[in-house]
């Protein structure tokens, strides 16, 4: 899937993503996934290591946030990527199912939130948002 | 229909994990996932789950040998271990941590007791299943098109 990122500049046009889980099987079902539909991917342990990244110059196309971490939860990072100015897509992928836990998440800046766990047809549907 | 009579004792032990509730549509989406290329994904996937959901474990072991019973940090191990299992699509293993973790809630440690003990010996069964069911699958080799029955 050759897709143009919503940062410019790029040399490839590879999306990419950043897989944010402190879940070890998650992030290899969703690297596998990512990896599946040609997306170049990254994966950190917590909100804090996908801030970091980001400060040191990395963009990504996608972003999967996951909610609960330890060091940082996913709330916390998203906000700050945001308020970081980061555009790109992040989506929370959580188990949570109470209302009030995902809004909360939402509103911290998500552009789409999908339920644990992660399949290929949640994933297109992420990614229809970025192209669409 | 399977002509190899390996294969086709494969297909029936896979059958039957789903039939008896063992697994639900997340296996299939990992399955989904295995190509030439990655091969083993989903036995790769089912081992690392276990060696990492082992020690969740033995967290809430020691945690429900304590005088006192932090409810909290029980749920929060519960939580963990749930996600986990819900992503290898370990259905009545789920099914037991979502009980735990209702019993979490309603501050009831004996329930916490008495459903870990079941939730270990579903746990300690899919591991039994899955094991004999990957060890068939090695030896029955790779098949040369994709024809899974739902």
């Given at each position: 899937?050759?897709?143009?990122?919503?940062?410019?500049?790029?040399?490839?046009?590879?999306?990419?993503?950043?897989?944010?889980?402190?879940?070890?099987?998650?992030?290899?079902?969703?690297?596998?996934?990512?990896?599946?539909?040609?997306?170049?991917?990254?994966?950190?342990?917590?909100?804090?290591?996908?801030?970091?990244?980001?400060?040191?110059?990395?963009?990504?196309?996608?972003?999967?946030?996951?909610?609960?971490?330890?060091?940082?939860?996913?709330?916390?990072?998203?906000?700050?990527?945001?308020?970081?100015?980061?555009?790109?897509?992040?989506?929370?992928?959580?188990?949570?199912?109470?209302?009030?836990?995902?809004?909360?998440?939402?509103?911290?800046?998500?552009?789409?939130?999908?339920?644990?766990p992660?399949t290929?047809?949640?994933?297109?549907?992420?990614?229809?948002?970025?192209?669409? | 229909?399977?002509?190899?009579?390996?294969?086709?004792?494969?297909?029936?032990?896979?059958?039957?994990?789903f039939?008896?509730?063992?697994l639900d549509d997340q296996f299939v989406q990992l399955e989904e996932?295995?190509?030439?290329?990655?091969?083993?994904?989903?036995?790769?996937?089912?081992?690392?789950?276990?060696?990492?959901?082992?020690?969740?474990?033995?967290?809430?072991?020691?945690?429900?040998?304590?005088?006192?019973?932090?409810?909290?940090?029980?749920?929060?191990?519960?939580?963990?271990?749930?996600?986990?299992?819900?992503?290898?699509g370990?259905k009545?293993?789920?099914?037991?941590?979502?009980?735990?973790?209702?019993?979490?809630?309603?501050?009831?440690?004996?329930?916490?007791?008495?459903?870990?003990?079941?939730?270990?010996?579903?746990?300690?069964?899919?591991?039994?299943?899955?094991?004999?069911?990957?060890?068939?699958?090695?030896?029955?080799?790779?098949?040369?098109?994709?024809?899974?029955?739902k």
């Amino acid at each position: 899937m050759a897709a143009q990122g919503r940062h410019g500049g790029k040399k490839s046009n590879k999306m990419t993503a950043l897989v944010v889980d402190d879940n070890t099987v998650n992030r290899m079902i969703h690297h596998r996934l990512l990896d599946n539909l040609g997306i170049e991917n990254v994966a950190v342990v917590n909100g804090k290591e996908a801030v970091d990244i980001h400060c040191s110059g990395k963009t990504f196309d996608l972003i999967l946030m996951d909610m609960d971490m330890p060091v940082m939860n996913g709330i916390e990072a998203t906000r700050q990527l945001r308020e970081m100015g980061i555009r790109s897509m992040i989506a929370g992928v959580s188990t949570r199912s109470m209302e009030r836990e995902i809004r909360e998440f939402i509103e911290a800046g998500l552009d789409d939130y999908q339920e644990k766990p992660l399949t290929m047809s949640k994933l297109i549907s992420i990614i229809h948002k970025i192209n669409g | 229909m399977e002509r190899n009579p390996m294969r086709r004792q494969l297909q029936t032990m896979r059958k039957s994990l789903f039939d008896q509730g063992y697994l639900d549509d997340q296996f299939v989406q990992l399955e989904e996932l295995q190509d030439d290329a990655n091969p083993n994904f989903v036995e790769e996937v089912v081992t690392l789950y276990y060696r990492d959901s082992g020690r969740i474990i033995l967290n809430i072991e020691q945690a429900l040998e304590r005088k006192t019973f932090d409810f909290n940090k029980l749920d929060a191990y519960m939580h963990q271990f749930k996600g986990s299992s819900s992503s290898i699509g370990a259905k009545k293993v789920k099914a037991e941590s979502t009980l735990f973790r209702e019993y979490c809630r309603s501050r009831n440690g004996e329930g916490c007791m008495r459903t870990f003990q079941q939730l270990k010996k579903e746990y300690a069964t899919l591991r039994r299943k899955l094991e004999a069911y990957f060890q068939l699958a090695r030896q029955a080799g790779p098949v040369e098109t994709a024809c899974r029955p739902k």
